[in-house]
C-alpha cells in the first residue's frame, strides 16, 4: 500500500489487509462508535481517517473529530453509510487508525499481579469479552498465544466495548509457547493455574484460599481446551464447580467466573 488513505480502507479492506497495510510497520485496525474510537484516542493511538454519519458530524462527533487533526474525514449520509460498510454501522462512526508495536512479554508483566494467558482462542467474540471481563474484573494484563484471535479486529474491539485499549495486552511468538513464555512466568513469581476439566483439578475455591503473590490463570479453546503440555507445566490446575450434568461453561464465562473469584 502507498499510505494514502481513502474510503476504501473501511468498505473493501478485509482484516489481513488492514494489519498489513504499512508493512513491515504496524498496520490499521478499525474502531466502531464514538465512544470505542474515543477510548482508542484515549489510550494514545493515532486516528488516520474517519467515515462517519454527515448529520451527526457537527453535533455528536465535533469534539472526537477536532482532537483527531489533520486527518481524511469521509462524510456521508446514514442510508449511504449502510450501503458502503454493508450492515446498520448504529453508532454512524468508524476510525482507521495506527496499532503500534506490542511490547514484550516481561516487560508488559512488570508491575502486573493478576494476568490472563489466552492459549489458541480463536473466537473473536470470546477474546474480546475475555478482554472486557478482564478490565472489569482487576485483571492487570493479557497475553495471548500467536494462534489466538486479533484483539483488534472489529469484533473483538467491538465486543469489548473499546477495553481492549485500556487492558495491557502483547502477543507470544510461536516458538515462545509454552516453554519460553511458562519458563517467563515462573520466573516472574507468577502461580500458573491451569483453567481445566483434569481428574486431578481441584474446585477453584481452594486456589483462592491459597496466598500468591501474582497469579497466572491460562485459559483454553472451547474445543480442546489447553494442551495437555500446557496443564502440564502449570503449577495447579482449576475447575469451576457446576451443576451435575453440566461439563463446562463458555470460556469467556469461565473467565469472569475465574477472574472474579481469583482476582
Known amino acids: 500500500m502507498d499510505g494514502i488513505i481513502n474510503k476504501e480502507v473501511f468498505t473493501q479492506l478485509k ?16 474502531a466502531e462508535s464514538l465512544k470505542v474510537a474515543q477510548r482508542a484516542l484515549d489510550a494514545g493511538y493515532q486516528p488516520v481517517a474517519v467515515l462517519a ?3 451527526k458530524a457537527d453535533r ?3 469534539p472526537f473529530l477536532a482532537a483527531c487533526g489533520e486527518i481524511p474525514v469521509f462524510l456521508e449520509p446514514e442510508e449511504e453509510l449502510q450501503t458502503m460498510v454493508g450492515y446498520h454501522l448504529t453508532g454512524g462512526l468508524l476510525c482507521a487508525m495506527r496499532r503500534r508495536a506490542l511490547p514484550p512479554c516481561r516487560l508488559l508483566l512488570l508491575d502486573a499481579r493478576h494476568i490472563a494467558v489466552l492459549e489458541h482462542i480463536t473466537n473473536p467474540t470470546n477474546v474480546g469479552a475475555i478482554i472486557r471481563n478482564a478490565a472489569a474484573l482487576q485483571v492487570d494484563a493479557v497475553v ?3 494462534d489466538s484471535s486479533d484483539p483488534l479486529c472489529r469484533r473483538a474491539i467491538r465486543v469489548s466495548m473499546g477495553t481492549v485499549f485500556q487492558v495491557p495486552w502483547t502477543v507470544l511468538g510461536p516458538e515462545e509457547w509454552p516453554d519460553e513464555g511458562m519458563t517467563t512466568l515462573a520466573d516472574m513469581g507468577y502461580a500458573r493455574i491451569a483453567l481445566a476439566l483434569t481428574p486431578d483439578a481441584v474446585g477453584i475455591e481452594q486456589v483462592r484460599d491459597q496466598t500468591h503473590a501474582r497469579l497466572a490463570m491460562i485459559l483454553g479453546s472451547e474445543g480442546d481446551g489447553l494442551t495437555p503440555q500446557t496443564i502440564a507445566s502449570c503449577d495447579a490446575v482449576a475447575r469451576i464447580p457446576m451443576r451435575a450434568g453440566v461439563d463446562s461453561l463458555n470460556v469467556a464465562a469461565a473467565s469472569a467466573v475465574a477472574f472474579w473469584t481469583l482476582a
Open 53 to 55: 454519519d454527515r448529520q
Open 60 to 62: 455528536e462527533f465535533a
Open 144 to 146: 495471548l498465544t500467536a
Open 15 to 30: 482484516e489481513p489487509q488492514l494489519y498489513h497495510y504499512y508493512e513491515p510497520e504496524p498496520g490499521l485496525f478499525i
